[in-house]
C-alpha cells in the first residue's frame, strides 16, 4: 500500500513538541497549501514528526458532496515536494473537506467518501509491525487562506511496561511480557468535527480528554500480543525497571511499545476459569519470570540461591488477571510490582508465592522442682 497521509501542496509545516519547522515552496496563491503537525508517538522507523517527513503520501477531499481529491500523491523530491497527480486549486467557492491518516499496515479497507472509514484494521501480533495509525480532518474555503492547518490525531493506544520489586528478599528476572484476550480487529470512523486542537504534552500525568476523535466499533479477533526482551532483572530496592517504556521520559515512544486498538476488557477471574488457560474469552498478563530467594541481603543475590520459581535456564510463567480501559491516543504504563504479596499464578491456578508467615507461642517455665540451700 502506498503511505496515506495528510495533504497536497506547496508547503508542509510539521510541528512537535518543542519546534516547529516549515519548508516554503513554490506558493502562486491559489494552489492548495498544508501546515501538519502530529504526536510524537509513532514506531521508531517511521516517526512522522518535525524532524522526520514521510517521503510521500497521498490526500483526499470533497467539495460540495462531491470527491475533489482522489487519492493524490505527492512526493518530496529534488528538495520539494511535489505532486505526481498535478497540482491541485481551491474552487472559487465553498468548502472543501480534506481526510488523511497515515499507516502502513495495510491490512483494512479505506472509504474516503461520506463518513470517511477504515473497515477490519487489523494490529499485526509482532511488536515490532505494529506501526502507529494517525488521522486528520479540516474543512475550509479559499477565503479561510490558502493553507490548511492539518492537526493528526493518534487512533490507537500506546502499551508499556515497568517492573519493581519492593522485597529485598527476592530477586526476579523477565524474559516477556504478553497480554492475552485482546481484539486485534475493528472498524474505525474519522470524525465529523476538525482534529483541530493540537496535543503536545510529554510531561503530564493526568488523563486529558482529547477532543474531536474518531471512533471504534465491531472489535474481533481475539489475540494474545508478546514482547520479548533481553532478560531484564529486577532486584529488591523498588526501584521500577524499564521492560518496554523509554528509558528518557522526555521520549513517549520505545521500539518495544505496543500500539493497540483501544477497548474495554473484562479480567480473568481464576474463581471461575481456575487455569488461565483455559481462559477464553477475558484478558491477563503472563509474565516469562524467573524468582530467587536471596539468603544473605547484605551480600546481594547469589549464584546458587534458591529459585523459588523457573530455574537457571527456564523461565515460568505467571498469570495475572487484568480489565482494560483503553482510549485513543493516550498511553498506559503498566507496573509489574513484585513483594509482599503472592506474585499472581501459576498454570494451575494457584499462587506463585506462598509467602511464609508466623504464629509465635512460648512454652510457659515449667516447675522444675524445689530445692532447700543450706545456708551454714
Same mark, same amino acid.
Request: avoid cysteine; proline fraction near 0%; glycine fraction near 8%.
Given at each position: 500500500m502506498k503511505k496515506l497521509f495528510f495533504g497536497a501542496a506547496a508547503m508542509l509545516a510539521l510541528a512537535s513538541c518543542s519546534s516547529e519547522n516549515t519548508l516554503d515552496l513554490n506558493n502562486s496563491g491559489n494552489e492548495i497549501a498544508f501546515s501538519v503537525a502530529t504526536n510524537n508517538t509513532s514506531r521508531a522507523a517511521d516517526v512522522y514528526c518535525n524532524n522526520n517527513l514521510p517521503g510521500e503520501f497521498n490526500v483526499w477531499a470533497s467539495h460540495g458532496n462531491k470527491q475533489y481529491i482522489a487519492g493524490d500523491l505527492i512526493k518530496f523530491e529534488g528538495g520539494k515536494w511535489v505532486?505526481?497527480?498535478g497540482n491541485r486549486y481551491w474552487p472559487s467557492t465553498g468548502d472543501v473537506t480534506f481526510v488523511a491518516y497515515e499507516n502502513e @499496515?495495510?491490512?483494512? %479497507? $479505506? @472509504?474516503p467518501t461520506g %463518513? =470517511?472509514?477504515l473497515t477490519n484494521f487489523t494490529v499485526p501480533t509482532d511488536v515490532a @509491525?505494529?506501526?502507529? $495509525?494517525?488521522?486528520a480532518r479540516k474543512t475550509q474555503a479559499k477565503s479561510a487562506g490558502t493553507q490548511v492547518n492539518l492537526n493528526f490525531r493518534h487512533a490507537l493506544s500506546q502499551i508499556v511496561y515497568k517492573a519493581k520489586n519492593t522485597n529485598k528478599n527476592l530477586f526476579v528476572e523477565i524474559g516477556v511480557v504478553s497480554i492475552v484476550n485482546v481484539n486485534s480487529k475493528a472498524d474505525f470512523a474519522f470524525p465529523t468535527a476538525d482534529t483541530t486542537t493540537p496535543y503536545v504534552d510529554h510531561g =503530564?500525568?493526568?488523563?486529558a480528554t482529547?477532543?474531536?476523535q474518531g471512533t471504534w466499533s465491531n472489535w474481533s479477533t481475539l489475540t494474545t500480543f508478546p514482547v520479548s526482551f533481553t532478560n531484564k532483572e529486577v532486584a529488591g530496592n523498588s526501584a521500577p525497571v524499564d521492560l518496554t517504556a523509554a528509558n528518557d521520559p522526555t521520549k513517549e515512544f520505545s521500539s518495544l511499545a505496543l500500539l493497540l486498538i483501544p477497548q474495554t476488557t473484562t479480567a480473568w477471574d481464576p474463581s471461575s476459569v481456575t487455569k488461565p488457560t483455559d481462559e477464553a474469552t477475558n484478558t491477563y498478563f503472563v509474565l516469562s519470570c524467573k524468582i530467587r530467594n536471596v539468603r544473605d541481603t547484605s551480600i546481594g543475590v547469589q549464584a546458587d540461591d534458591i529459585y523459588l520459581y523457573g530455574a537457571a535456564d527456564t523461565y515460568a510463567n505467571i498469570y495475572i488477571p487484568v480489565a482494560l480501559n483503553w482510549a485513543p491516543g493516550k498511553k498506559y504504563v503498566y507496573t509489574f510490582t513484585f513483594g509482599d504479596g503472592t506474585a499472581g499464578y501459576d498454570p494451575e491456578g494457584d499462587h506463585v508465592l506462598v509467602p511464609i508467615t508466623f504464629d509465635v507461642t512460648v512454652d510457659d517455665f515449667k516447675l522444675g522442682g524445689e530445692h532447700d540451700v543450706n545456708m551454714d
Open positions: 505532486n505526481k497527480s @499496515n495495510g491490512d483494512f %479497507a $479505506f @472509504n %463518513a =470517511s472509514n @509491525n505494529q506501526l502507529d $495509525f494517525i488521522y =503530564s500525568t493526568g488523563d482529547i477532543e474531536n
